[in-house]
């Protein structure tokens, strides 16, 4: 079958667009994508072209964006890619991948296509596949590449390289050379150019075995994830921002490590710290385990999955009655007569608006923290009462209190100072609400 044929089944197998979809058709120039290009045109799709120059290679970058031109109907970025990465600390390949696809995602949210269409072939693929495995990634790793994820459509991965670029010197088409693919400074070219050949050495038809194994592990993904989502349904509770997890119920699951690494690594967490999650299990009550964005915190019987504090906005100043947004969600202060309804309640703080002298400073609680708590007149620290209430470690990054020249009137949600109560001579009431914000919840 010829390779127009192959494309087109392969398009309707996988169901990556129809007829009257936009396309936006990713061209670096070289022969792969401008195979691509030839067979939407013989297809008859909608499509333009979109380049990325990332400005790395001098002169050639400037020639593969001139060539691309004059293919027609051309977008081109070009960016700063080595700032880039110096800036956000990253590989250049890791920077270039996040130009490339931000840019690609943000022209699909502008409406300029729906589908950005690249030209990545079955060899991409394997190269991806080997990659993983070496990487120690999970059963998605092992099926490399798929045909469709997100707005990315990738129509090409059915092919060999041998074929496109039989199929561009058959129809006559003309490419550049990309000098830098021939470098093994990069890991993919190391597997392109060096360990398949030197494994095909040994066993013959070695990529097309690993071609095949693709298809496998994608049909084996398939069951394996429906396994995870039923666990992770029985296990994962989730309440507000946080999700909880039984200890007990996560110790009669298996296998183990792989079920607590498929839960936590869309928050994150690597493989090997998998084992550091289960080791919790048995673990003093405040252990924890953490990500970039994220930490498991042992909690009692619980293990509990919540982001980290945030720390923008910590000290917010008060100047008089009204509203004062915060992380938490806003307090409402307003001053009332003793004669009116006065509700109390967990997120309602009722003082002698007398007592009270603004500004008024709203922050995260620290350590050396203390209070008189309502109905007390024996000082405490905010950790021991925190304590006390049995408020987990993960509830208490998320903790403000209201202070007044330096001494505490309310732990917000919690308990007013008793310093600060309403009483026989009380003649104005400040009456402060605390509105949380939706999902979120004191416990």
């Not at 007592?355 to 708590?373: M, Q, V």
Request: glycine share 8%; net charge positive; with cysteine.
């Amino acid at each position: 079958m010829e390779l127009l044929e192959k494309f087109k089944e392969y398009i309707a197998k996988e169901k990556l667009f129809t007829a009257g979809d936009r396309l936006l058709v990713a061209v670096s120039g070289g022969v792969d994508s401008v195979v691509l290009v030839e067979l939407c045109r013989r297809c008859g799709y909608e499509f333009g072209i979109a380049h990325c120059n990332f400005q790395l290679r001098g002169e050639e970058s400037v020639r593969d964006e001139d060539f691309v031109r004059q293919l027609g109907n051309v977008l081109v970025r070009r960016f700063d890619t080595a700032e880039y990465a110096r800036t956000n600390k990253v590989s250049v390949q890791v920077a270039a991948r996040e130009l490339r696809y931000g840019w690609f995602e943000s022209m699909v949210r502008e409406g300029a296509a729906n589908w950005i269409v690249t030209a990545h072939h079955l060899d991409d693929n394997i190269e991806t596949m080997l990659m993983h495995f070496f990487q120690g990634t999970g059963i998605a790793g092992m099926r490399g590449m798929l045909p469709k994820q997100g707005n990315i459509v990738r129509p090409l991965l059915f092919a060999r390289k041998e074929e496109l670029r039989a199929f561009a010197v058959g129809a006559g088409l003309s490419w550049v050379e990309d000098s830098s693919n021939e470098s093994d400074k990069y890991t993919r070219n190391f597997f392109r150019h060096r360990l398949i050949p030197l494994v095909e050495e040994a066993y013959p038809s070695a990529a097309g075995n690993l071609a095949d194994n693709l298809k496998r592990f994608r049909e084996v993904e398939m069951l394996y994830r429906q396994a995870v989502e039923g666990w992770t349904k029985k296990l994962m509770e989730v309440r507000g921002s946080e999700v909880h997890i039984p200890v007990e119920k996560l110790r009669k699951a298996a296998p183990l490590p792989t079920l607590v690494y498929e839960m936590l690594e869309p928050f994150g967490f690597s493989p090997q710290q998998a084992g550091d999650v289960i080791a919790l299990m048995d673990s003093p009550t405040g252990r924890y385990v953490r990500s970039k964005t994220h930490r498991v915190l042992k909690n009692r019987n619980w293990l509990i999955l919540a982001p980290l504090a945030q720390e923008e906005a910590a000290h917010i100043l008060i100047e008089g009655p009204g509203v004062a947004c915060f992380p938490e969600g806003e307090l409402r202060l307003k001053e009332v007569g003793v004669k009116e309804p006065l509700d109390q309640g967990a997120g309602v703080a009722l003082l002698d608006a007398d007592k009270i002298g603004y500004p008024l400073l709203l922050r995260r609680w620290k350590a050396g923290d203390y209070f008189y708590p309502l109905g007390l007149r024996k000082k405490k620290k905010v950790a021991r009462f925190l304590i006390d209430a049995k408020v987990s470690m993960a509830e208490k990054e998320r903790v403000w209190v209201l202070e007044m020249d330096k001494r505490l009137i309310w732990i917000v949600g919690r308990r007013i100072d008793d310093r600060w109560k309403i009483g026989p001579g009380t003649k104005q009431v400040l009456r402060i609400e605390w509105v949380k914000n939706p999902g979120d919840r004191v416990r």
